[in-house]
């Protein structure tokens, strides 16, 4: 008789304040802070320029901006898809000041290791994914949310998904 299989229990992250020094190996942070605005419209809007590259790839390429409306995930999340975007980086940038989740896996040999978590901790704070970054779906919770979204339009597959045979669970700090 075989081993029993580890139980999705067992499989947990703990979602971490994010931080641009703990998401550097997966992307960036959009964030205002720390970065000197640059005035416009006569001194009557402050600018805070080139926060994020989103990098595109292949022939046809382009960078396209889209709007996603987002309905709220229940918490603590079951986690059993990721996925990532081989040819081109992706951002998202809340319309609201709410908090949203951000779950990212490293690269093992061309298919995610295990998850880290992280939790948006500034009003309108987000996220850009290098590209071939594994990672969650967009993850609001508590409430519905809209997003900005910039990546790769044009041609050819530019997205890979991966499902983890036993789920992982997320959870927020308390």
Do not use: K
Request: some cysteine; proline content about 12%.
């Amino acid at each position: 008789m075989s081993a029993p299989a580890t139980p999705p229990a067992a499989r947990s992250v703990l979602a971490r304040p994010l931080t641009a020094e703990a998401f550097a190996p997966f992307g960036t942070v959009i964030d205002g802070a720390g970065a000197a605005p640059r005035p416009m419209n006569a001194g009557l809007a402050r600018r805070f320029h080139d926060l994020a590259e989103v990098e595109v790839v292949g022939e046809g390429a382009r960078t396209v901006i889209g709007l996603v409306e987002a309905e709220p995930y229940a918490l603590p999340l079951r986690l059993s898809l990721v996925e990532r975007h081989p040819l081109g980086a992706q951002a998202f940038v809340p319309l609201s000041t709410a908090p949203f989740l951000v779950v990212v896996c490293p690269d093992e040999g061309g298919r995610p290791g295990p998850p880290q978590a992280f939790v948006t901790t500034r009003p309108h704070q987000g996220i850009c994914y290098a590209r071939g970054t594994w990672h969650g779906v967009l993850t609001p919770f508590g409430a519905p949310q809209d997003f900005v979204v910039i990546d790769r339009g044009g041609p050819g597959g530019n997205l890979e998904e991966y499902v983890f045979t036993d789920p992982w669970t997320v959870h927020l700090q308390e």
